[in-house]
T-cell receptor, first 111, second 112 residues
Framework: GESVGLHLPTLSVQEGDNSIINCAYS??????FIWYKQESGKGPQFIID?????DKRQGQRVTVLLNKTVKHLSLQIAATQPGDSAVYFC??????????FGKGTLLTVNP | DSGVTQTPKHLITATGQRVTLRCSPR?????VYWYQQSLDQGLQFLIQ???????AKGNILERFSAQQFPDLHSELNLSSLELGDSALYFC???????????FGPGTRLLVL
């Protein structure tokens, strides 16, 4: 069945460094992917999305890269700040926008 | 603040009971989704409604049901509750159902 996995359950970085969070997906028919950030006690917050006709999309301090050949996407956060500390989920929208979430990566930013 | 509201924020109940969780989507959004988040299963899609009609179903138990009302708010009904139903329940909404979903703050359910 469909699955979305994350390579690292935890990531610890220094404030000001760049962070890279990776995600693999298994559904080759998926054409929509989203990254969400979830802070403790809150609901998932949309960060950035990308469609399968693109391989890169940039937002404010964030970049998502999509490699369809190996079914992999990554979230890059530039100049990571303490407020970026959270769990980050990639989600696979499949071909019908029914989201399948990965397990999440806990990002900890050390001052 | 995503604009999606959920009530109650917390709910404590006993096994065998029935509860109703409520969600109001963002203004203008026609589609509502329900998700369950537990430590062992992560975030799991339960069900989607679009303009009052069920559109997609995920891993929703038969003991669970949902509906979307004419004013577009939605309710998730959980019955014959078991300890394993303890989880965070999130509602999300989107404009039509084929784009970005925005999540509410969730309802934390504890079944004792």
């Amino acid at each position: 069945g469909e699955s979305v996995g994350l390579h690292l359950p935890t990531l610890s970085v220094q404030e000001g460094d760049n962070s890279i969070i990776n995600c693999a997906y298994s559904n080759s028919a998926s054409d929509y992917f989203i990254w969400y950030k979830q802070e403790s006690g809150k609901g998932p917050q949309f960060i950035i999305d990308i469609r399968s006709n693109m391989d890169k999309r940039q937002g404010q301090r964030v970049t998502v890269l999509l490699n369809k050949t190996v079914k992999h996407l990554s979230l890059q956060i530039a100049a990571t700040q303490p407020g970026d500390s959270a769990v980050y989920f990639c989600a696979d929208g499949g071909s019908n926008y029914k989201l399948t979430f990965g397990k999440g990566t806990l990002l900890t930013v050390n001052p | 603040d995503s604009g999606v509201t959920q009530t109650p924020k917390h709910l404590i109940t006993a096994t065998g009971q029935r509860v109703t969780l409520r969600c109001s989507p963002r203004s203008g959004d026609l589609s509502v989704y329900w998700y369950q988040q537990s430590l062992d299963q992560g975030l799991q899609f339960l069900i989607q409604y679009y303009n009052g009609e069920e559109r997609a179903k995920g891993n929703i138990l038969e003991r669970f049901s949902a509906q979307q009302f004419p004013d577009l708010h939605s309710e998730l009904n959980l019955s014959s509750l078991e300890l394993g139903d303890s989880a965070l329940y999130f509602c999300a909404s989107s404009v039509r159902g084929d784009e970005t979903q925005y999540f509410g703050p969730g309802t934390r359910l504890l079944v004792l």
